[in-house]
């Protein structure tokens, strides 16, 4: 890795946290210790807001940014993959995004480096489908807390209608998955996108409930996991 891809790195992950140990830093980047303390010593030296010292920690003092649109080659391949995914897996209003996204950050990077999201060798090729058009209600109803009712068909049983606060979206191999919480069950449930037959907004939202949030059913499915192995 090129050293200025190492300190562009550093930088971001010392402002994703708090106070960071060197070795945690040298863990990260694949690198020894000796070499970050010489990187932090040449940051510091060049203005950055840095704090700590060797064998204690250091800290990134709030209010210091990156210039926009500095980019690592690393990150630049991340986005790239990242864009072409969502084209192939996204429904029709997150693949225009993802085009617009594209064109927008190709407009503003250095001369030379115009096209090198549109023109990287990376490609995403999914044995799934894309998601339904109803994706984009689904999202939308997630931002503002829309409650929906669908009607729900697994295999080998009836069709149900259920009324859902839904929390997520995931994408996976197969296809992809809603997570919400069901008041028909009172529980929390995925469901397939590929298996709802109907979907529309109920007219009413739901309260921000602690116990029936993304986190606490995040918990519980952890926890969930970590019993069974």
Avoid at 139 to 161: G, M, V
Wanted: charge should be positive.
């Amino acid at each position: 890795m090129r050293r200025a891809d190492r300190l562009f790195r550093l930088i971001g992950l010392m402002r994703a946290q708090n106070l960071t140990r060197a070795e945690d830093l040298a863990t990260a980047l694949e690198v020894s210790v000796r070499t970050i303390y010489r990187d932090i010593a040449h940051l510091q030296g060049s203005g950055l807001p840095i704090e700590g010292a060797a064998g204690i920690g250091y800290l990134l003092r709030p209010g210091f940014d990156l210039p926009a649109m500095t980019f690592t080659h690393e990150q630049l391949d991340a986005l790239a993959l990242g864009l072409k995914f969502v084209e192939e897996a996204g429904d029709h209003g997150m693949v225009m995004a993802a085009k617009e996204v594209r064109a927008k950050l190709e407009n503003v990077l250095p001369e030379g480096s115009k096209s090198i999201l549109s023109k990287a060798p990376f490609f995403a090729a999914r044995r799934g489908f894309r998601a339904p058009v109803f994706a984009a209600l689904l999202r939308r109803a997630i931002r503002e807390r829309l409650t929906l009712n669908i009607t729900y068909k697994q295999p080998h049983t009836a069709a149900t209608s259920r009324h859902v606060h839904p929390l997520s979206l995931t994408v996976f191999s197969e296809g992809w998955m809603m997570a919400a919480w069901c008041e028909l069950r009172e529980d929390f449930r995925y469901f397939r996108l590929d298996r709802i037959i109907e979907v529309s907004p109920s007219g009413r939202t739901f309260p921000i409930d602690p116990a029936k949030s993304l986190t606490t059913f995040r918990k519980q499915k952890a926890h969930s996991t970590a019993a069974y192995t």
